[in-house]
């Protein structure tokens, strides 16, 4: 069964950037959407950005401007770049897999999901 594996977290302070990577535990199909998510201690799970299998992307209104989803299809892999970072970024991060059309941003667009990556935002 393909899992998401995430990598790139990691505690930095606040103005910095960190990049964010998720690729599949096996070969995917780069038609499906896919987006990062992320959810602080004790918050409901909150839509960070997504990516449609053409590049379209839609961005959570607390981050965009300062992040950037983006995917290498060759690579099959998801990126999302952070920058400008803020305390409020701190979270647990988890990228997911969508199905096909328009990039969604409720969780319940998504049936995989990957084990989380922490980011932590302090000084």
């Known amino acids: 069964q393909v899992q998401l594996v995430e990598s790139g977290g990691g505690s930095v302070q606040p103005g910095d950037s960190l990049r964010l990577s998720c690729a599949p535990s096996k070969y995917e199909s780069s038609s499906r959407f896919m987006a990062w998510f992320r959810q602080a201690p004790g918050k409901e799970r909150e839509f960070v950005a997504c990516?449609?299998?053409?590049?379209?992307?839609n961005y959570g209104d607390s981050v965009k401007d300062r992040f950037t989803i983006s995917r290498d299809n060759a690579k099959n892999t998801l990126y999302l770049q952070m920058t400008t970072l803020i305390p409020e970024d701190t979270a647990i991060y988890y990228c997911?897999?969508?199905?096909?059309?328009?990039?969604?941003?409720?969780?319940?667009?998504?049936?995989?999901w990957g084990q989380g990556t922490q980011v932590t935002v302090s000084s």
């Open positions: 997911a897999r969508g199905g096909f059309g328009n990039c969604g941003r409720s969780v319940y667009n998504y049936d995989l």
């Open positions: 990516i449609g299998s053409s590049g379209v992307a």
